[in-house]
């Protein structure tokens, strides 16, 4: 069982920027449970969940979701075992709960990650205008 545990979220006004962070319970680089990549998700307030951005973890590859692009970052770091999700310049339609997600099949259309495995319990994001 791999645990994700999300961290970062918080306030900020209209072209601000944070730093979101997703500490995994095992190594991101060998992987025992065969994790192969890890993603952000967001949820706006009364909207589904939506996939933004996934890291392939064997060969740190990203991949964006067109909404993001260009805006956010996402990377892993191996000696940490987290992978973070820099977003910068960000809009009130940023608002949302964020979740990063794992899974050991990486089927991405778009750069969102289809059928994760494990979730972590979110973070909350709010960008005020």
């Known amino acids: 069982q791999v645990q994700l545990v999300e961290s970062g979220g918080g306030s900020v006004q209209t072209g601000g920027s944070l730093r979101l962070s997703c500490a995994t319970s095992?190594?991101?680089?060998?992987?025992?449970?065969?994790?192969?990549?890890i993603a952000w998700f967001r949820q706006p307030p009364e909207t589904e969940r939506e996939g933004i951005a996934t890291i392939f973890t064997r060969t740190g590859r990203p991949l964006y979701a067109a909404s993001v692009k260009g805006r956010f970052t996402i990377s892993q770091d191996n000696t940490a075992n987290t992978v973070y999700l820099q977003m910068h310049s960000l809009k009130p339609e940023d608002t949302g709960v964020y979740y990063c997600?794992?899974?050991?099949?990486?089927?991405?259309?778009?750069?969102?990650?289809?059928?994760?495995?494990?979730w972590g319990q979110g973070t909350q994001v709010t960008v005020s205008s």
């Open positions: 997600a794992a899974a050991k099949q990486c089927q991405v259309f778009d750069g969102r990650l289809t059928d994760p495995t494990y």
């Open positions: 095992e190594s991101i680089s060998t992987s025992p449970s065969s994790i192969n990549c």
